[in-house]
């Protein structure tokens, strides 16, 4: 058995590469753990550009992991929306906690300590401790897993997982571990693709046993679900207002969010939709119709009994919202544009969609 790439020889070209083709992200910028911790737990999941726009704004309002403690949870949730799986943002703030209470504010510097927190696998554990603390902790997530299995030619087999985390150590750089962690991961995302990797581009090309010719491993194939909500708007003096309700604190996904009111997958109502669109959470595709109703009609339709409220146009941002209530409120023109100033704008001056009159 080929006993793989000289580890060398690996990091020179990798590390070489790397400082010719990262990508200038913010978090590559600092070595402050607490930022990097954020950034990675932001990074689990989710596409790069999603988390671009939301992790400035967040470190503006939680600039430190003291001000993260203190926040109220809805808060940290209302920062969170539009980045999905939502108990990251639950557990980070958790940990937040546990870190001003019961470490004086300050972050373990090893992967072993850093485990320990509630929140932290071995991939952010192993990502802080080597790019914020510089210990040679190998970080496997899963461009890290494919460009080793295609490096090795590696098929699936039960002792696989153990030869990835062996390998990963091997070739890690002690001297720069971070760096080279962010290489690698930068390697997997941008050239060694899932589908069609760029071999052509690939400074270890010359070290990898097969050069994209390796089956990559099967998707999922998507579920496809319909639901259906509805939106419903109020005009008062000081501007127009939305009703929401929020998620049973003991729903499966997403508890305690707010959201439209739900009507179930298909509603009864006569009208069509006025907006429809796709929203897709792990691995299901949701097929969502939006209704512009009144009050009268919800409650004929409604299949919740949830608490519902009325908001104004200025406070949704500051709400903790799902990302599809956040998505719709925005292709609605509900969304207080960034410049206006309270008191609660207009919802709309060119809205396009004709509503039920007598909502409220
Ligand atoms: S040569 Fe191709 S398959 Fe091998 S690591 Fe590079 S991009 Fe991936």
Same mark, same amino acid.
């Given at each position: 058995?080929?006993?793989?790439? $000289? ?31 954020? $950034? ?41 929306? %539009? ?50 603390? %510089? ?42 571990? %971070? ?69 049973p604190p003991d729903a499966t996904l997403m508890p305690g969010m707010w959201e439209m009111p739900a009507l179930g997958p298909k509603p009864a109502s006569e009208d069509a939709p006025i907006l429809t669109l796709r929203h897709s959470i792990t691995d299901t595709n949701y097929f969502? $119709? ?11 339709? $409604?299949t919740t009994t949830t608490a519902r409220r009325w908001f104004a146009a200025s406070e949704l941002p500051t709400l903790p919202l799902t990302g599809l209530a956040r998505k719709v409120l925005k292709r609605l023109h509900a969304w207080p544009d960034p410049g206006e100033a309270s ?18």
């Open positions: 058995m080929s006993t793989g790439p $000289s580890p060398r020889e690996f990091r020179r070209l990798l590390l070489n590469w790397f400082a010719e083709n990262a990508r200038d992200l913010p978090w590559r910028r600092s070595r402050d753990p607490y930022s990097i911790w954020v $950034s990675e737990i932001m990074l689990q999941q989710t596409r790069v550009a999603a988390v671009l726009e939301h992790y400035h704004r967040f470190l503006r309002r939680f600039p430190s992991v003291q001000d993260l403690a203190a926040a109220a949870e809805d808060e940290v949730l209302a920062h969170w929306s %539009g980045l999905g799986y939502y108990r990251r943002a639950r557990l980070l703030h958790r940990t937040a906690q546990v870190v001003v209470n019961e470490m004086d504010g300050r972050l373990p510097q090893t992967a072993a300590e850093l485990r320990a927190l509630p929140g932290v696998g071995d991939y952010t554990s192993a990502a802080i401790a080597s790019i914020a603390f %510089g210990e040679a902790a190998a970080c496997i997530d899963g461009n890290v897993e494919r460009v080793l299995r295609r490096l090795r030619a590696w098929h699936e087999d039960s002792g696989l997982r153990t030869k990835i985390r062996e390998e990963a150590a091997r070739l890690l750089d002690p001297g720069r571990p %971070g760096d080279f962690n962010q290489a690698m991961m930068e390697l997997g995302a941008t050239v060694c693709l899932p589908r069609s990797p760029l071999c052509l581009q690939c400074p270890v090309c010359g070290l990898c046993a097969t050069r994209g010719e390796h089956p990559a491993r099967a998707r999922k194939p998507m579920r496809a679900r319909e639901s259906a909500y509805a939106f419903l708007l109020r005009k008062r003096n000081r501007g127009d207002e939305v009703l929401l309700e929020r998620r969502v $119709s939006i209704y512009g109703l009144n009050l009268k009609e919800l409650r004929r339709l $409604s008191p609660a704008p207009a919802l709309s001056r060119n809205r396009p969609i004709a509503l039920k009159p007598g909502a409220d």
